[in-house]
C-alpha cells in the first residue's frame, strides 16, 4: 500500500520570504503522480501543483516549485515570495497511474503553513 | 470554484441518526469520491464511483453507503451515527476511472457533519 508522510505539522514564514514543506512517500509503483493541495480557512480543497513521475523535469507553476527526488522517494513543495494568502493547510497526495480498476489519491496528514507580515 | 457541488454545507444531528450527503459533479465528470476529513484521521479516502459503478472502496465503514446516479450526482448515506462520525466530507469529481488528464481531482466545499 502506498503512504505519504508529511514530518512537519507546522511552519511559519514571513511575507516575501521562501519556504519549503516535505513531503516523502512509499510506494512500489514506477508510474504515478504527485499533487500538493492548498485547503485555505474556506476549507476548499484547491490543487497548487502536480507532477508525473515519468517526468525528470520539476514542475513549476509560478512562485511554486517542486523538488522531485524519484530514488529517494521525496516531493518537497517551494513557495517563493510567500503572500498572506498562502495561509493554509498544505498536503502531499499520491496518485496510482493507469487502468487500475480504480485509483483515488493518498493524502499525508498536512503541513499548517502560517504567512505573516 | 471547482464546479463540485455538495450540499448540505452543514448538519447538525444526534447519535444513533441517519444523514444523507449529496454531490454534483463537474459537467462532464464521471468519476466522484468520497473522503472524510477529521483532526485525528486527516483525509481518508471512502469510495469511489464510476458512471454508476462502484470502482474503489477503501475505508468506509458498514454503517455507511453511497451510490451515484444516471445523472451522475452521487450521494453518501450515514446511518446509526457515532460522536466520533463528526467529520468534514468531501467530494471530489475528476474526468476518468483514473484522475483528470493528469491525475487531478476536483474538490467539492465539503460537508461539516457534527453528531451530538
Known amino acids: 500500500a502506498q503512504t505519504v508522510t508529511q514530518s512537519q505539522p507546522e511552519m511559519s514564514v514571513q511575507e516575501a520570504e521562501t519556504v519549503t514543506l516535505s513531503c516523502t512517500y512509499d510506494?512500489?509503483?514506477?508510474?504515478?503522480?504527485l499533487f500538493w493541495y492548498k485547503q485555505p480557512p474556506s476549507r476548499q480543497m484547491i490543487l497548487v501543483i502536480r507532477q508525473e513521475a515519468y517526468k525528470q523535469q520539476n514542475a513549476t507553476e509560478n512562485r511554486f516549485s517542486v523538488n522531485f527526488q524519484k530514488a529517494a522517494k521525496s516531493f518537497s513543495l517551494k513557495i517563493s515570495d510567500s503572500q498572506l494568502g498562502d495561509t493554509a493547510m498544505y498536503f502531499c497526495a499520491f496518485m496510482k497511474h493507469g487502468r487500475q480498476a480504480g485509483t483515488a489519491l493518498i493524502f499525508g496528514k498536512g503541513t499548517t503553513l502560517s504567512v505573516s507580515s | 470554484d471547482s464546479g463540485v457541488t455538495q450540499t448540505p454545507k452543514h448538519l447538525i444531528t444526534a447519535t444513533g441518526q441517519r444523514v444523507t450527503l449529496r454531490c454534483s459533479p463537474r459537467?462532464?465528470?464521471?468519476?466522484v469520491y468520497w473522503y472524510q476529513q477529521s483532526l485525528d484521521q486527516g483525509l481518508q479516502f471512502l469510495i469511489q464511483?464510476?458512471?454508476?459503478?462502484?470502482?474503489a472502496k477503501g475505508n468506509i465503514l458498514e454503517r455507511f453507503s453511497a451510490q451515484q446516479f444516471p445523472d451522475l450526482h452521487s450521494e453518501l448515506n450515514l446511518s446509526s451515527l457515532e460522536l466520533g462520525d463528526s467529520a468534514l466530507y468531501f467530494c471530489?469529481?475528476?474526468?476518468?476511472?483514473?484522475?483528470?488528464?493528469?491525475?487531478?481531482?476536483?474538490f467539492g466545499e465539503g460537508s461539516r457533519l457534527t453528531v451530538l
Open positions: 459537467s462532464g465528470d464521471l468519476s
Open positions: 471530489a469529481s475528476s474526468t476518468s476511472r483514473t484522475g483528470g488528464s493528469a491525475g487531478e481531482l476536483f
Open positions: 464511483y464510476y458512471n454508476g459503478e462502484e470502482r
Open positions: 510506494t512500489s509503483e514506477s508510474n504515478y503522480y
